[in-house]
Nanobody, 122 residues
């Protein structure tokens, strides 16, 4: 079993900052990539940012220059530093990990956390 647990969400004023954290635990052989997705009310879930074990990153255009994703491979953690937050960033943010639980094709899996709510409002 693999568990992902997010933390760090909350209420922040426009222009403010928040840092989300996610830790992966359980039967993990190797994590290939971790990322953050978000889903606003009435909208589809979208990729916000992702990072590979080698440190390659990608971001959705709407957060480039404001959000930074980082990772601690030794701790199986991923972070999302969110600056200059806007009301349109309001959403449930979900941690995602693509990993192997064992060194075989059968060990491949795509795992999700339960989400943490970010609300940007004055």
């Amino acid at each position: 079993q693999v568990q992902l647990v997010e933390s760090g969400g909350g209420l922040v004023q426009p222009g403010g900052s928040l840092r989300l954290s996610c830790v992966a635990s359980g039967s993990i052989f190797r994590i290939i990539a971790m990322g953050w997705y978000r889903q606003a009310p009435g909208k589809q879930r979208e990729l916000v940012a992702a990072i590979t074990s080698g440190g390659s990153t990608n971001y959705v255009d709407s957060v480039k220059g404001r959000f930074t994703i980082s990772r601690d491979n030794a701790k199986n953690m991923v972070y999302l530093q969110m600056n200059s937050l806007k009301p349109e960033d309001t959403a449930d943010y979900y941690c995602n990990a693509r990993l192997y639980t064992e060194p075989t094709v059968q060990g491949w899996g795509d795992y999700w956390g339960k989400g943490t709510l970010v609300t940007v409002s004055s």
